[in-house]
């Protein structure tokens, strides 16, 4: 199954609420992707421009869901989620891309051409 890092902030009220009442957030996120098909790897809480960082695997669907309902949840925002392929895997993407570019003929490009000034 595809790996997932998915990066997000907390709002100020679910940061206060943490305060209030400390809590191990992983467990609800495992729950969560459990529900979709997908488990959890690892679950950090970050300092920075974001305050947790997840990495899953799952169906890509599966990860889909678990983000929408964490954000209708509401007490997440600014959701960023990218797949992560380890090298070996990239590797025969690479090897895999070549085979399909050598055929492929990208966009025309406009021949350059200064611009000439008004006087």
């Known amino acids: 199954m595809p790996t997932f890092i998915t990066q997000g902030r907390y709002t ?14 992983s467990k609800e996120v495992e729950k ?27 169906p890509d669907e599966g990860v889909a869901v678990s983000t ?3 954000a209708a949840a509401g007490g997440v925002t600014d959701l960023k989620t990218v ?3 380890p090298g070996p895997q990239m590797v025969d993407a690479f090897t895999r891309a070549a085979a399909v570019t050598s055929g492929f003929r990208g966009p025309v490009q406009a021949e350059h051409r200064p611009v000439q000034q008004a006087h």
């Open 68 to 70: 929408i309902a964490a």
């Open 83 to 85: 797949m992560a392929i």
């Open 12 to 25: 100020p009220d679910a940061i206060r609420s943490m305060v209030s009442h400390p809590q191990d957030r």
């Open 32 to 58: 969560l992707f459990k529900a979709t098909g997908g488990k959890l790897l690892g679950y950090y809480m970050t300092f920075g421009e974001y305050d947790f960082l997840v990495i899953s695997e799952g």
